[in-house]
C-alpha cells in the first residue's frame, strides 16, 4: 500500500513564526502536492512539484513556500505564519507513467492552528 | 475557468436509503473522474474512478458513478446507505491535456441516520 507521512498532525504556532511541514511518500512517486482543506472550500492547490527540485504554484500559493530536493520529500513552508493560514494542510502523491497519470493519495494532514 | 460543482453540500439520509451525489464538470475535452471519500477523522481515500471504457463504475463499499460525457456529469450512486457511509464525499476531475489540470468539488457531507 501507498503511503503518504505527514509529520505533525496538529501544531499550534503563533502569529510570524515560520511553519515546515513535511510530508514523505513511500512509492517512488513524481508528483506531489499540498492542499489546504477549509470548510465550504474544498481542497484548493498550495503548491505541486512534478519531479525532484521542480514546482509549480497551484490556486493560492502566496504566504507559502516548498522545497522538493528528495524524490520522497516535499515540504512546504510558511515564512512567516498569519492567522488565516490555521486551517487543514494535505499532502498527496501520484504515480505518473509513460503520459498515465494515477490517483492521489493523500496523508493524514496537518491541521495548523495560528494564534 | 474550468470548475467542477457539488450542488448538494449537506446530505442528510435515513439507513437504507438510496443516494445520489451530483458533480459536474466544466471542461468539454477528455477526463479523468474521481471520487474520494473522507470518514471523519481520517484521511481522503479513493472510492472510485474513470478513466476510460465502460461509463459505469463500480467501486469500493458498494458505490458505483455513471460518466454521462453529454452531461459533463459523474453522479456517485448507492442503492442503499448504512450509518457508516457518514462522511464528506469529494468529486475530482483530471484534464487530460497537462500536467496539473487536476480540479476538486467543494465537497459534499453525507450524514446518515441510523
Known amino acids: 500500500d501507498v503511503k503518504v507521512t505527514q509529520s505533525s498532525r496538529y501544531l499550534v504556532k503563533r502569529t510570524g513564526e515560520k511553519v515546515f511541514l513535511e510530508c514523505v511518500q513511500d512509492m517512488d512517486h513524481e508528483n506531489m502536492f499540498w492542499y489546504r482543506q477549509d470548510p465550504g472550500l474544498g481542497l484548493r492547490l498550495i503548491y505541486f512539484s512534478y519531479d525532484v527540485k521542480m514546482k509549480e504554484k497551484g490556486d493560492i500559493p502566496e504566504g507559502y513556500s516548498v522545497s522538493r530536493e528528495k524524490k520522497e520529500r516535499f515540504s512546504l513552508i510558511l515564512e512567516s505564519a498569519s492567522t488565516n493560514q490555521t486551517s487543514m494542510y494535505l499532502c498527496?502523491?501520484?504515480?505518473?507513467?509513460?503520459?498515465?497519470?494515477?490517483?492521489?493519495?493523500f496523508g493524514e494532514g496537518s491541521r495548523l492552528t495560528v494564534l | 475557468a474550468q470548475s467542477v460543482s457539488q450542488h448538494n453540500h449537506h446530505v442528510i439520509l435515513s439507513e437504507a436509503a438510496s443516494l445520489e451525489l451530483g458533480c459536474n464538470y466544466s471542461y468539454g475535452g477528455t477526463v479523468n473522474l474521481f471520487w474520494y471519500v473522507q470518514y471523519p477523522g481520517q484521511h481522503l481515500q479513493l472510492l472510485l474512478k474513470?478513466?476510460?471504457?465502460?461509463?459505469l463504475v463500480k467501486g469500493i463499499k458498494g458505490f458505483e458513478a455513471e460518466f454521462i460525457k453529454s452531461k459533463f456529469s459523474f453522479n456517485l450512486r448507492k442503492p442503499s446507505v448504512q450509518w457508516s457511509d457518514t462522511a464528506e464525499y469529494f468529486c475530482a476531475v483530471f484534464l487530460r491535456t497537462g500536467a496539473n489540470n487536476l480540479f476538486f468539488g467543494t465537497g459534499t457531507r453525507l450524514t446518515v441516520i441510523p
Open positions: 474513470y478513466f476510460s471504457g465502460d461509463p
Open positions: 498527496a502523491s501520484r504515480q505518473v507513467s509513460g503520459g498515465y497519470h494515477g490517483e492521489l493519495f
